[in-house]
């Protein structure tokens, strides 16, 4: 079983939303089974340089989609999405800073980060997107 199982009720558009949480989802979970198997020091500078990159790029194509569809909530989508940048570089600097936990804590924090953001905050953009189709 992955760490962290893409489910049903985590699909947004069926598009380009929900191949970039499928990416990211894979990644977390590469990161995870890594640091289970006590190799997670020697790939995390890969995984993380490439989780961090992908998922500001996918929060820029998220804001674009939702600019788009004229998102009503979108500034406060935008904090979080600013809110969890923060932290992503925090841990970074973390790893650069030479502490030995980032991986696990990386890898907790986007799976934890990714379910709830995607699961509430991302599910307003499905009911656009639903509601839109109808008419």
Not at 11 to 37: C, F, R, W, Y
Not at 56 to 77: A, T, Y
């Amino acid at each position: 079983m992955a760490y962290f199982e893409w489910a049903d009720d985590l699909v947004i558009d069926s598009g380009p939303i929900d191949a970039d949480h499928m990416k990211l989802v894979a990644l977390v979970n590469e990161l995870h089974t890594a640091t289970s198997q006590g190799t997670g020091q020697e790939v995390i500078h890969k995984i993380m340089a490439e989780l961090i990159t992908y998922t500001k790029e996918h929060l820029q194509r998220e804001e674009q989609i939702m600019v788009s569809l004229h998102f009503p909530n979108l500034e406060r989508h935008k904090d979080g999405h600013t809110r969890f940048t923060e932290k992503l570089n925090a841990l970074q600097k973390k790893y650069e800073g030479g502490s030995i936990t980032v991986a696990s804590q990386l890898s907790t924090v986007l799976r934890d980060w990714l379910s709830l953001h995607i699961r509430r905050s991302d599910k307003e953009m499905k009911m656009l997107l639903q509601k839109r189709a109808v008419r």
